[in-house]
């Protein structure tokens, strides 16, 4: 069983930053895709930002150029620096594992319990 705790969230004037972590633990064999999906009041849970274990990156292309995705595998962390941030980046941010918890395990998805953040002056 993987839990995913998340930190970082929180009230931020327009053009300001925040860094969300979300650390992975319990039993994992191998974590493959890390990354972040956000849900804003009245709209869909959307993708924000994936990173591979080899370090390739998507994002969403109302981000791009703005939030950085990063994770450590020694500490099976994922980052997301958030820079110049916007009204419409209010949302619960929820972080997700894809990982294979035993070696003879399918790839399991698993999410964090979602952080707030709120951007607003």
């Known amino acids: 069983q993987v839990q995913l705790v998340e930190s970082g969230g929180g009230l931020v004037q ?3 930053s925040l860094r969300l972590s979300c650390a992975a633990s319990g039993i994992l064999f191998r974590i ?7 849900k804003a009041p009245g709209r869909q849970r959307a993708l924000v930002a ?12 109302s981000v791009k150029g703005r939030f950085t995705i990063s994770r450590d595998n020694a500490k099976n962390t994922v980052y997301l620096q958030m820079n110049s941030l916007k009204p419409e980046d209010t949302a619960v941010y929820f972080c997700y594992v894809q990982a294979r918890p035993r070696s003879y395990s399918n790839i399991a998805t698993s999410w964090g319990q979602g952080t707030q953040v709120t951007v607003s002056s």
């Open 14 to 16: 327009p053009g300001g």
């Open 32 to 38: 493959n895709a890390m990354g972040w999906y956000r």
């Open 50 to 61: 994936r990173i591979t274990s080899g370090g390739t990156t998507v994002y969403a292309a």
